[in-house]
């Protein structure tokens, strides 16, 4: 889209958002497992934690594209080796964000439910009982 190449410079960009899209994702998977040890289940837990780091995934993103458009759009003298990593920066920022709130959640539900699935068939096949739950603050004993 910038017309650049991919040279060592956009190789350090696309290093540096590996770093930007695991701290998105790992915001989001361990609010959801702490809301899910408080009682609710992995689905509304996902929306959730979906909901409530939508805004410092968002503040990241606008950070890094923000800090990073003076570098994209300069032509100063030797602008044309910091421009690649800028264009990998400010349109990895912009994915990133988005594929954090989208598909960090779905790929979460779809490794759990296996995750559950292959302790059942576990649990079948060696005959061995799933351990009780502990009851649940809230109820109320009579």
Excluded: C
Excluded at 63 to 90: H, Q, Y
């Amino acid at each position: 889209l910038t017309h650049n190449t991919f040279n060592m410079f956009s190789l350090l960009g696309v290093i540096m958002l590996f770093g930007v899209v695991t701290r998105n994702a790992i915001l989001i998977v361990d609010f959801a497992n702490q809301l899910q040890e408080a009682g609710r289940s992995r689905k509304e837990a996902l929306v959730e934690a979906g909901r409530l780091r939508l805004r410092p995934i968002a503040m990241t993103a606008n950070t890094l594209i923000f800090a990073l458009l003076p570098v994209l759009f300069s032509t100063a003298d030797g602008s044309e080796s910091r421009t690649p990593l800028a264009a990998v920066m400010v349109g990895g920022a912009i994915t990133a964000g988005m594929m954090a709130l989208l598909v960090t959640p779905v790929l979460y539900n779809i490794i759990e439910a296996f995750s559950d699935w292959t302790k059942a068939v576990t649990r079948r096949l060696t005959g061995v009982t799933a351990p009780q739950q502990p009851a649940s603050k809230t109820e109320v004993s009579s």
